[in-house]
């Protein structure tokens, strides 16, 4: 059980910023400590960008970013400390050192609260060595080595853009298990950015959905998934009905003529209309989460 903490790890209020034929914003978000937040959206929706606005990288047009109660630029050195970033790429050829073991002891010494046995077990667990040269690392290597510099210094926020692209279902686990367990240690916040819905089922607690840069909601995951259904019934049973919650009607495969798909996001509504005028439902499936984000996108449905 989740013990209730008021503090507001991360709160956006009218953050914008134009990119060029896209402007992201303006955004209004407030992640609460102590919960697991992913962003799920289109490539190109501006996931990245808010990213490196929450890291200072790039300055808003308009807006504030309040992270742990305090903002940038004043309180950008101990806020940094305080936050893991795994960026969404990173640009090793840049970095002046040799081997991980020359990086780690840059990165090392830049943390005060920097845990030593947590880097040690990670490198052994994702199989790395502090004498692997950084021009050769392969890419899932990178995001291993990405993330556990992300996480050894026991950040309060974690903010990860896609962490998991390309790594092996080997390493994927332990990640996922290394996130589940710093998520355990406290009043910690993480929110990640991610295209795999497995993950996003295992991990969140909630789902905030980008769209051409705004936001379209933030929502409890379990309510979320329970709030929409998908029933198969009989054509000619449905046809002349117009049943609560139903938002769309869908042709059924090829193989089962006469039946349709209603995609409803009151499923509980629907049921009792569908017991009520007594018809059959073949059987019903809870919508994915890129199917309930077709349905937010086309109702243009915001939601805090
Ligand atoms: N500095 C910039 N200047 C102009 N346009 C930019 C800049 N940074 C990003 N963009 C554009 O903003 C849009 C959002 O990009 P962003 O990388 O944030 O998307 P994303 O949601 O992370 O996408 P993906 O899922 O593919 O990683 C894209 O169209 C991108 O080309």
Known sequence: MKTLDPLMSIRLRGLSKPLGKLTLGPLDLELEAGYFTAILGKNGSGKSTLFRLLMNMLKPEQGEIELLGAGYPLEEVALKRRIGYVPETMNWQEIECRTIKELTRLVSRWYPSWDKQRYDRLMTEFELQDNFKLEVLSKGMQRKLAFIYAISHNPDVLLLDEPSS?????????????????????????LMATHILEEIKLMADYIVFMHDGQLLGKYE????????????????????????GVVQIE???????GVVRLISDSPLETEAALNEHKINVISTKALELDEI???LIRNGNKQQ
């Open 166 to 190: 390309g790594l092996d279902p080997f390493a994927w686990r332990i990640m996922m298990k290394e996130i589940g367990r710093f998520m355990e240690s406290g009043n910690k916040t993480v």
């Open 293 to 295: 984000l077709s349905f």
């Open 221 to 244: 995951k379990d309510t979320l998934m329970d709030g929409w259904k998908a029933f198969w019934v009989g054509m000619s049973a449905y046809s002349k009905l117009q049943l609560p």
């Open 251 to 257: 042709d059924s495969s090829p193989g089962s003529p």
